[in-house]
Nanobody, 122 residues
Framework: QVQLVESGGGLVQAGGSLRLSCAAS????????MGWYRQAPGKQRELVAT???????NYVDSVKGRFTISRDNAKNTVYLQMNSLKPEDTAVYYC????????????????WGQGTQVTVSS
């Protein structure tokens, strides 16, 4: 069984920074794309950023130039550095991973973390 655990959320003033981390654990063989989604109250979950195992990145337009996604493949961990935060960035942030696990046979799953709250005050 694979688990993804986020950390690093919290309360910050507008213009401030936070760094989110998400560590995957379990019988992991390989993780393809990893990424971050967010969901604000009353809104649909939206994709924030993704990163492939080779390091190619993609961002939603609203965070380009402010957020940076990175990963450490040896640690099965993905990060989201968030700078110049705005009140509209307030949301629960979820990480995910496209995971190949091995427990006698190979399994491919999309696994999610439990979410971490980010609140940006004006």
């Amino acid at each position: 069984q694979v688990q993804l655990v986020e950390s690093g959320g919290g309360l910050v003033q507008a213009g401030g920074s936070l760094r989110l981390s998400c560590a995957a654990s379990g019988n992991i063989f390989k993780i393809n794309t990893m990424g971050w989604y967010r969901q604000a109250p009353g809104k649909q979950r939206e994709l924030v950023a993704t990163i492939t195992s080779g390091g190619s990145t993609n961002y939603v337009d609203s965070v380009k130039g402010r957020f940076t996604i990175s990963r450490d493949n040896a640690k099965n961990t993905v990060y989201l550095q968030m700078n110049s935060l705005k009140p509209e960035d307030t949301a629960v942030y979820y990480c995910y991973g496209e995971v190949w696990s091995y427990g006698g046979t190979y399994h491919y799953t999309n696994d999610w973390g439990q979410g971490t709250q980010v609140t940006v005050s004006s």
